[in-house]
């Protein structure tokens, strides 16, 4: 019930709840669409032979969003956005396998100005076996639900004092004009906020913006390219924290830095920045990376 301020009661009951299992078809076609919708410059990815790591969002995307409403009120559902997602890889996704997806709410935590929903997702072959696991971080704007309840996602920050330091590598990109409508039907993801610049505006917004995963995508490649020679059968984890938005025609730049290193897994830190005519803007920060050595 949401009262005349913004708090709102989250439905702790929701929590530790499966969602109904989803599957997925895996085609070579569909990893060479992803791949090319989002300027992926490897080429097993591009031929469609193994999936880029942020395809693996793909298989579980219709699965990740019913613990959500499971938890938060269904008429505060619009101001929810993306916040962080982490993936935890146990292989690479290839062509001809069928993927069996499912998710669950499992705490939140309710401040002033935002409270945040935790979903813990699984992705497995047919046979059981544990393909990857992710954490979705859903953010509601000016909503306090008030308490924290349960788990939240595992921490990925990355120390201010790192970001001061030169990078190992830094990776230019762009955002192709046309790059929401290749990435929505590639992903399966069709939020008109992407695709519909009316509807953005409405919202509040300049115009339509890039898909925040999208532009995790863009940063994974950077660092698959620039720390794995290009494999993607050596990355362990990634995560992210979404912080700004990314528009179509924006040029940005992927930072990587060094962290640690140990048990044969190489950790490095990252970001991904918007220039402009004031400086660059930090859109992704916090991210990790855990490269098998």
């Given at each position: ?198 509807v953005a505006k409405g919202a509040g917004l300049p115009g339509i913006i890039a898909h925040g995963l999208c532009t995790m995508a ?17 990355i362990r984890r990634l995560a992210v924290r979404f912080a700004a938005l990314v528009f179509p025609g924006d040029d940005l730049k ?30 992704l920060s916090d991210g990790i990376a855990d490269i098998a050595d």
């Open positions: 019930m949401t009262t005349l301020d913004n708090s709102v009661e989250f439905d702790e009951a929701g929590l530790g709840v499966w969602s109904d299992e989803e599957r997925f078809d895996v085609t070579g076609e569909r990893i060479a669409e992803y791949a090319i919708a989002t300027n992926d410059p490897i080429e097993v990815h591009r031929e469609g032979l193994v999936a880029p790591p942020v395809f693996a969002i793909v298989p579980v995307f219709d699965s990740m969003l019913t613990p959500v409403i499971d938890v938060a009120p269904i008429e505060i559902f619009g101001r929810v956005v993306h916040g962080e997602q982490d993936f935890r890889f146990h292989r690479p996704i290839k062509p001809g396998e069928t993927l069996v997806s499912r998710a669950r709410a499992v705490g939140f935590t309710g401040k002033p100005k935002g409270s945040t929903i935790t979903v813990n997702i699984e992705c497995r072959s047919e046979t059981g076996e544990l393909v990857n696991e992710q954490y979705l971080t859903a953010y509601f704007r000016n909503v306090d639900a008030r308490r924290t309840v349960g788990e939240q996602a595992p921490e990925h920050r990355v120390d201010e004092a790192i970001r001061a330091t030169t990078p190992l590598a830094v990776v230019e990109q762009h955002v192709d004009d046309d790059q929401t409508y290749r990435y929505a039907p590639a992903s399966g993801d069709p939020v008109p906020l992407h695709l519909d610049d009316e863009f940063a994974s490649w950077a660092v698959l390219t620039e720390t794995a020679n290009s494999d993607v059968a050596r992927t930072r990587i830095w060094q962290l640690s290193s140990e048990n044969g897994v190489t950790t490095y830190g990252f970001e991904t920045v918007r220039s402009g005519p004031d400086g660059d803007v930090v859109v």
